[in-house]
């Protein structure tokens, strides 16, 4: 059965494999422990890891190179999915595994591009 969490510990889990380890995060990645989510407070956990170390990337990088730009979508993906875990209403996680399907499918577009386009930089 597919869930949430599976969703998007897929999504991350791409990042230990070509192409999208050419964004430089695959470490980063495994060492957040996203992998072996099991439930929404171990992902939680995660991106927040995750949206610091991108942070740290960004600033570490040229203002808008293709580095920076990744790092960037990166931190943005792991603020978005915090943000959508933590949500409470009533008492009861409302993140949905189609909205989280969708939000996978759309930032692995934008991720190819980016991982592209850096690519090319290189």
């Given at each position: 059965m597919?869930t949430t969490?599976?969703?998007?510990?897929?999504?991350?889990?791409?990042?230990?494999?070509?192409?999208l380890?050419?964004?430089?995060?695959?470490?980063?990645?495994?060492?957040?422990?996203?992998?072996?989510?099991?439930?929404?407070a171990d992902?939680?956990?995660?991106?927040?890891?995750?949206?610091?170390?991108?942070?740290?990337?960004?600033?570490a990088?040229?203002f808008?190179?293709?580095?920076?730009?990744?790092?960037a979508?990166?931190?943005?993906?792991?603020?978005?999915?915090?943000?959508?875990?933590?949500?409470?209403?009533?008492?009861?996680?409302?993140?949905?595994?189609?909205?989280?399907?969708?939000?996978?499918?759309?930032?692995?577009?934008?991720?190819?591009?980016?991982?592209?386009?850096?690519?090319?930089?290189?």
């Open positions: 597919t969490v599976s969703v998007i510990r897929e999504f991350w889990a791409a990042f230990t494999r070509t192409p380890y050419d964004s430089g995060f695959g470490d980063a990645v495994s060492t957040s422990s996203v992998e072996s989510a099991e439930d929404e992902l939680i956990s995660a991106m927040a890891y995750l949206h610091g170390y991108a942070d740290c990337a960004q600033l990088c040229p808008m190179s293709p580095s920076w730009r990744t790092a979508a990166i931190s943005g993906y792991a603020s978005c999915f915090y943000a959508r875990l933590s949500d409470d209403r009533d008492g009861e996680r409302a993140f949905p595994v189609e909205q989280a399907t969708a939000l996978v499918g759309t930032f692995t577009v934008e991720l190819t591009g980016l991982v592209h386009d850096k690519r090319g930089a290189s």
